[in-house]
């Protein structure tokens, strides 16, 4: 469940800079491209604490 939850967040990383982009067309390129990265900075992030929760549960 938990890694399902991991895949799907992953996979989410690919449209929110896009989504975001969309949301700051008015802003520069620049900042677009740190939005975007600090988004998939934290679903990444979000990912890999669920993956090793779901470890640290497991043993």
Do not use: K, W
């Not at 390129?29 to 990444?44: P, S, Y």
């Amino acid at each position: 469940m938990l890694r399902l939850a991991a895949i799907l967040l992953v996979t989410a990383t690919a449209v929110s800079p896009l989504a975001l982009g969309r949301v700051a067309a008015r802003a520069t390129g620049l900042f677009r491209v740190l939005l975007g990265l600090l988004v998939l900075a934290a679903f990444a992030s979000l990912a890999v604490g669920l993956l090793a929760g779901e470890t640290l549960f497991r043993e």
